[in-house]
């Protein structure tokens, strides 16, 4: 079973920054892609941003340019830093982590995480 384990999220202003990190545990062989998706009340889940295990990076056209994701393949880790926030960044962000474990596929969800954007 993987463990995803997300921190980072919290109040900020608008036009501020905040950074987003989870962490992925377990008998991974693989994980292929990371990845963060985002709820506001209300509104269906969505894609943040995914990056694959070589960089290749995927964002939301609403984040893009403000928002970069990383990932450290070495610590199972995956990091959205979220600069010039907006009110409309106001949601729960989950973490995702799609690979292999123990030789069967996983597709593993975080716990959520809450971010607040006041103005």
């Known amino acids: 079973q993987v463990q995803l384990v997300e921190s980072g999220g919290g109040l900020a202003q608008a036009g501020g920054s905040l950074r987003l990190s989870c962490a992925a545990s377990?008998?991974?062989?693989?994980?292929?892609?990371m990845g963060w998706y985002r709820q506001a009340p209300g509104k269906l889940r969505e894609l943040v941003a995914t990056?694959?295990?070589?960089?290749?990076?995927n964002y939301a056209d609403s984040v893009k340019g403000r928002f970069t994701i990383s990932r450290d393949n070495a610590k199972n880790t995956v990091y959205l830093q979220m600069n010039s926030l907006k009110l409309e960044d106001t949601a729960v962000y989950y973490c995702?982590?799609?690979?292999?474990?123990?030789?069967?596929?996983?597709?593993?969800w975080g716990q959520g995480t809450q971010v607040t954007v006041s103005s």
């Open positions: 990056i694959t295990s070589d960089g290749g990076r």
């Open positions: 995702n982590a799609r690979g292999l474990t123990s030789g069967r596929l996983f597709d593993s």
């Open positions: 377990g008998s991974i062989s693989s994980i292929n892609p």
